[in-house]
């Protein structure tokens, strides 16, 4: 009994550091989202895949840069393989085309995935978290299906409503171009490159000390690097932009940043990232999920500025991408150096296969749909996806139990005719008692707004008047027009 106290003393309920719970109502949200993105997402030809949450530990190394690989979360030897869970979607999708010998295939993907980083759960960022991936895989013309990603960006946040969101592209040769430009050595290309990529989240004299302190990069090179025009457009884009709008894209919201950088050693080609510009975010609604007023933050400006003390807090990007056309060429350098033992030149090597994608980071989205319902008093949340409450109205004790029957008969058909019912509350009631038994009626009521249709003349046939329920013929079909069930 003692070491049974003890262990109750210091035996805190609690789950790990970075990650959390999510009770009915924020489930309810999330497949909402979800939903709006896989019928997207197929509404574009895509076709979904799973891949193992963990993977070798060598398909994952030096794909992430000099950050990210930081963050990949290793697993404890168990025979033999060194095991990591999967940082991300996008290199576990270009081992299964390499391993599959698949060339082209559009692909969308929902999946948690794990990173080793210090969580700050206010602004998003956990250690567990969805990412949900849509990529295209082969030959396609040039910048199409970079429009087509952007394009899908597009109509995803706006189907969700969260408000205006800025597409901030840049292109790897671009970058590269000016690293080389400001004399920045080549070997140092990635490294500054990791560092470049943080100008959205700091200012660049903290960049700069970084770059010239940490990384060695000499002072002058670090002066020509900090003196790029930002906001200046390039020719080499132009293709893009005008795809784009004939995808139907808003234009004002597409713009050039060659300070993006996207630290994964991966991309080779257009990359981009997508941020809110203004959101109503509040840190205590996220945390307790209790209503309060709202503080607005301009995510586009401000997105230096530390704000959790107040209970505002940045929510960062909410979905990222780009081209990359030589990472499933590593994987089947891999596959061939194993079969062939090492040997150089002793197999053709396949050509590489393109691709391009956007991950959308689900849990930030999450957390501002979770915002929005949260500030609109007016409207509750559903947890429950049912239509139809089937109830009686109050009766003796001799007939509650044949009406138990005749609930649970009636809500079998329903069932079996695609309608959502069940006997706890929900959205339309179905009441059955003696009085409705006896005029051949059932009374409908819609929860939300009281609706009463009592005289629906639903006929019923009975052997016992009062007692046996034989079959209702109509009430499928009343019910089907109203929730316009097919």
């Not at 895509?46 to 530990?57: D, G, K, N, S």
């Not at 079969?339 to 197999?347: I, M, Q, V, W």
Request: charged letters at 30%.
């Amino acid at each position: 009994m003692e070491l049974a106290d003890e262990f109750k003393s210091k035996y805190e309920l609690k789950t790990p550091k970075g990650t959390r719970d999510f009770g009915p109502e924020q489930m309810a949200i999330r497949e909402k989202v979800l939903g709006i993105m896989t019928e997207t997402f197929k509404r574009h030809g895509a076709a979904t895949i799973e891949t193992p949450v963990f993977e070798l530990r060598e398909v994952l190394m030096g794909k992430y840069g000099e950050e990210g690989s930081k963050l990949v979360y290793d697993l404890a030897d168990q025979g033999g393989e060194l095991c990591s869970l999967r940082y991300d979607l996008t290199v576990p999708f270009a081992r299964y085309l390499a391993a599959n010998k698949i060339e082209k295939i559009k692909r969308y993907q929902i999946a948690k995935v794990y990173r080793r980083d210090q969580p700050v759960m206010t602004k998003g960022r956990y250690r567990e978290f969805y990412q949900c991936d849509f990529d295209i895989a082969g030959q396609g013309e040039l910048m199409m299906q970079e429009a087509e990603c952007l394009k899908i960006v597009e109509e995803v946040l706006t189907k969700l409503d969260v408000g205006e969101f800025e597409i901030r592209i840049n292109h790897r040769l671009l970058l590269d171009g000016m690293f080389a430009a400001s004399g920045v050595a080549e070997h140092l290309f990635k490294t500054v490159s990791s560092s470049v990529d943080k100008l959205d989240k700091q200012p660049w004299a903290e960049v700069r000390e970084e770059l010239e302190r940490d990384k060695h990069v000499e002072e002058d090179t670090v002066h020509r690097l900090g003196e790029l025009n930002i906001r200046q457009g390039v020719d080499e884009l132009k293709l893009l932009f005008q795809y784009t709008e004939l995808f139907g894209c808003n234009q004002s919201r597409i713009v050039f940043q060659p300070s993006l950088a996207r630290g994964l050693d991966y991309y080779t080609g257009v990359i981009f990232e997508v941020v809110l510009k203004e959101f109503s975010f509040n840190s205590n609604v996220a945390s307790t999920n209790k209503r309060s007023p709202q503080k607005k933050t301009n995510l586009a400006t401000e997105e230096n500025s530390e704000t959790e003390s107040s209970g505002s807090a940045i929510l960062g990007s909410v979905a990222a991408g780009g081209r990359y056309d030589k990472l499933v060429g590593m994987f089947t350098d891999m596959g061939r150096g194993e079969r062939d033992g090492g040997r150089e030149g002793s197999a053709k090597k396949r050509p590489d296969v393109p691709c391009v994608g956007v991950s959308f980071g689900i849990e930030r989205l999450f957390t501002v749909m979770e915002m929005k319902a949260h500030a609109d008093t007016e409207r509750t949340v559903r947890v429950s996806p049912t239509q139809v409450y089937v109830t009686s109205a109050s009766a003796t004790k001799d007939i509650s139990a044949i009406m138990l029957q005749e609930r649970m008969r009636l809500c079998g058909r329903l069932w079996d005719a695609g309608i959502r019912a069940e006997t706890s509350q929900n959205w339309w009631l179905l009441i059955l008692g003696a009085k409705e038994l006896a005029e051949n009626s059932v009374k409908l009521r819609c929860i939300p707004t009281r609706e009463e249709e009592v005289e629906l003349n639903v006929r019923m046939e009975s052997d016992i008047p009062f007692f046996k329920l034989v079959k209702m013929e109509e009430i499928i079909d009343v019910l089907r027009e109203k929730l316009k069930v097919d």
